[in-house]
Nanobody, 118 residues
């Protein structure tokens, strides 16, 4: 059974930075395009960044130029470097595979809370 464990969230002031990590159990990470998703209170979960098996990346317009996704297949870990954080980035952040037409490729982890506030 695949499990994801997200970490690295916290409270940060606007303009600050955080680095999120997602550790995946097993060796599935290297077989999939991976993504970071986020869900703000009362809103749906959205994909904000993805990275293919060849490390090609793609970002939502709202985070482009501020967030960077990377992967280390040997460590079964995906990262999200978040810079120039804004209050609207406040959300619970999750990682999972990105599979076309699948809203829930694998079971979701507990996520990591990111709060951007002064």
């Amino acid at each position: 059974q695949v499990q994801f464990v997200e970490s690295g969230g916290g409270l940060v002031q606007p303009g600050g930075s955080l680095r999120l990590s997602c550790a995946a159990s097993g060796s599935i990470l290297s077989s999939y395009t991976m993504g970071w998703y986020r869900q703000a209170p009362g809103k749906q979960r959205d994909l904000v960044a993805r990275i293919t098996r060849r490390s090609n990346t793609n970002y939502a317009d709202s985070v482009k130029g501020r967030f960077t996704i990377s992967r280390d297949n040997a460590k079964s870990t995906v990262y999200l470097q978040m810079n120039s954080l804004k209050p609207e980035d406040t959300a619970v952040y999750y990682c999972n595979a990105v599979v076309p037409y699948s809203a829930d490729p694998f079971a979701w982890g507990q996520g990591t809370q990111v709060t951007v506030s002064s």
